[in-house]
């Protein structure tokens, strides 16, 4: 079974974590970018992928400003754990990305596969 999902494109690592009393928590950046990624995926009707994983994730940045491809893996991977689309990404065992040139409204397109 794959999944094919277009999402908005995600928060920085840099800016996934806001401090309380010392303890990292969820940014709001963070948690508005999983609760959007949550409606999208009920939308689409998705359960629960079970086994070993394949994801494939296309990167198309908002902008030209520098950007490490893996900057945003944790983010988008969280967010699709956290709406149900896998149980935990410790069930990915295959990861690709390409990062495109930019376009302006900047998105990401995950390809989530079990692996048979």
Known sequence: ?????????PPSINHYFSYYQGR??????????????RRIA????IKPLMGPLNVHIDIFPPDKRRRDIDNCFKS??????????????????????????PNQ????????????
């Open 1 to 9: 079974m794959a999944v094919e999902l277009e999402l908005p494109y």
């Open 24 to 37: 990292p928590i969820l940014s709001k950046d963070a948690r508005t970018y999983r609760h959007q990624v």
């Open 42 to 45: 009920i939308a689409k009707g």
């Open 76 to 101: 988008v991977l969280d967010a699709l754990q956290n709406a149900g689309v896998f149980w935990d990404d410790s069930q990915i065992v295959v990861l690709h990305a390409i990062k495109h040139p």
């Open 105 to 116: 409204e900047g998105h990401v397109v995950v390809s989530v596969m079990e692996i048979s």
